[in-house]
């Protein structure tokens, strides 16, 4: 089975603090994913990465930033945590770019729930 | 950008009873993904749909896609409580790769 872990489950963090989101998956996937789930406005994608050293903008990338330096693992960093970024953030990883239909089949971890207070 | 919309955004039945959840998609795509998430839970793959006609049947859910219409639909026969979960779907754009486009979910609530 492919197991996502993600770091933390809650997180209490203060405005203007750096905050890091850490993602591990166990399954040698190529693509690795955040989103942040708010009620009413269901997934809406960060960042995405085909590939260590390498990262791609969602649609709400701003105020947000990533690194992959190891294939297993993705890191979500707030430089400046701000209230309006206080969520449930989701990781998601599927097996590789070039490849179609249910093999790209996103798997995801059990979220962190991020309180800016 | 491909725009995924759900409705109803809740919904209440009672046991036994059948219901369709509906997820419309702006533009073409070529696959479509129906997830669930269960409360305080990760979402979870339910089904995946790769063609125009598809059907798949899983328990007391059935999916199909229908891509002229741009239209998916998530059926529900004779509801359990156990099928009280969210709902979402999620189409991709071949052009772009592996991105998915998350409609807004569709809570739904089985009563006994």
């Known amino acids: 089975d492919v197991k996502v872990t993600q770091s933390s489950r809650y997180l209490v963090k203060r405005t203007g603090e750096k905050v890091f989101l850490e993602c591990v998956q166990d399954?040698?996937?190529?693509?690795m994913f955040w989103y942040r789930q708010d009620p009413g406005l269901g997934l809406r994608l960060i960042y995405f990465s085909y590939d260590v050293k390498m990262k791609e903008k969602g649609d709400i990338p701003e105020g947000y930033s990533v690194s992959r330096e190891k294939k297993e693992r993705f890191s979500l960093i707030l430089e400046s945590a701000s209230t309006n970024q206080t969520s449930m953030y989701l990781c998601?990883?599927?097996?590789?770019?070039?490849?179609?239909?249910?093999?790209?089949?996103?798997?995801f971890g059990a979220g962190t729930r991020l309180s800016v207070l | 950008e491909l725009k995924v919309e759900q409705n109803p955004l809740f919904l209440s039945m009672q046991e036994g009873k059948n219901y369709t959840i509906y997820c419309n998609y702006s533009?073409?795509?070529?696959?479509l993904y129906w997830y669930r998430q269960d409360p305080g839970k990760s979402l979870e793959s339910l089904f995946v749909?790769?063609?125009?006609?598809a059907v798949k049947q899983e328990g007391r859910l059935m999916a199909s896609l229908d891509t002229k219409a741009r239209l998916s639909t998530l059926h529900i026969t004779a509801a359990v409580h156990d099928l009280s979960a969210t709902y979402f779907c999620a189409g991709t754009l071949s052009n772009t790769g592996n991105q998915f486009y998350f409609g807004t979910g569709t809570s739904l609530t089985v009563i006994p």
């Open positions: 749909l790769l063609s125009n006609g």
């Open positions: 399954m040698d996937h190529e693509n």
């Open positions: 998601a990883s599927s097996l590789a770019r070039s490849l179609g239909g249910a093999k790209n089949i996103q798997y």
């Open positions: 533009t073409t795509s070529d696959r």
